[in-house]
């Protein structure tokens, strides 16, 4: 984070669940109802904004053209977690818990001719077993480049902390959730897979087909479950209860790691 209190002031008043985009006043007038009169970037997805008069919630990092002439400049889409009214103050910026995204990868699910229940079950146990400070799901088609791009984005602009994606993992001609994300990740945890792999062949001799590919990006932990909610289910099973852990390391937690944690 490279910023731990912002200047902001509310143009007009949000309700609380609202959304709202915040961005600087410099070099622009762009008509953001939350600015600051500078902001750099690194404000990630699941950071709070505390004040006195309420809090916001960051949910999306983009950046705003600015032409042909002047730097594009940091925008964020926020959430109000309070009733807020208009007025100017100093919020300070804090992040406790885990932003987890979903992806599934699905044709008809991205025509709207599939209703997914996959991502938001991955969703719902995660959270279970993770403090979880935001969640979104995304539908895709089954399209290699947008899911390289997308895991890029939500890894190391976003500041996703989990990315978790269903479908694909399978050799249909479609199937191509290993190959965007072998080609996207840094270090590869054959460990997660194999033990998928060894979750699903307890059901299931088909579970030998899967080619799920786990690994990290960035400050982000990334795996590929199969399709369908009973097997998520399943894959998820063996690593829900190593996924803290894994991320307290994968962000530079010192500690011993041969100490047993049961949290």
């Not at 731990?4 to 762009?30: D, M, Q, T, W, Y």
């Not at 809090?55 to 889409?77: K, N």
């Not at 807020?84 to 699905?106: D, H, K, N, Q």
Request: proline share 6%; hydrophobic share 40%; net charge negative.
């Amino acid at each position: 984070m490279s910023c731990k209190n912002l200047n902001l002031r509310l143009e007009a008043p949000v309700k609380k669940g609202g959304l709202i985009h915040l961005c600087s006043l410099a070099g622009g007038a762009f008509p953001a109802p939350l600015v600051t009169d500078t902001i750099r970037p690194g404000l990630l997805v699941g950071d709070r904004l505390t004040g006195d008069g309420g809090a916001f919630l960051v949910r999306s990092a983009a950046w705003l053209t600015q032409g042909t002439e002047d730097a594009s400049r940091p925008l964020y889409l926020v959430e109000a977690l309070d009733d807020m009214t208009p007025g100017e103050g100093r919020f300070e910026v804090s992040r406790t818990g885990y932003a987890l995204a979903w992806i599934t990868l699905s044709d008809k699910g991205a025509r709207g001719e599939r209703v997914d229940e996959s991502g938001p079950l991955v969703g719902r146990l995660v959270g279970e077993a993770l403090d979880l400070n935001c969640v979104q799901g995304f539908v895709i088609p089954d399209e290699e480049g947008q899911l390289k791009g997308l895991l890029a984005d939500l890894a190391l602009t976003q500041g996703f902390d989990l990315i978790l994606t269903t479908g694909g993992t399978g050799v249909a001609p479609r199937d191509v959730s290993p190959e965007a994300t072998l080609a996207v990740i840094e270090k590869r945890l054959p460990g997660y897979e194999r033990a998928m792999t060894a979750a699903s062949l307890a059901k299931t001799p088909h579970g030998a087909i899967s080619r799920a590919v786990a690994g990290t990006l960035g400050r982000a932990l990334v795996v590929n479950m199969p399709g369908s909610p009973k097997a998520v289910a399943e894959c998820l099973a063996p690593l829900l209860p190593t996924f803290r852990h894994t991320l307290e390391k994968l962000q530079g937690d010192p500690s011993d790691c041969a100490v047993l944690r049961n949290d």
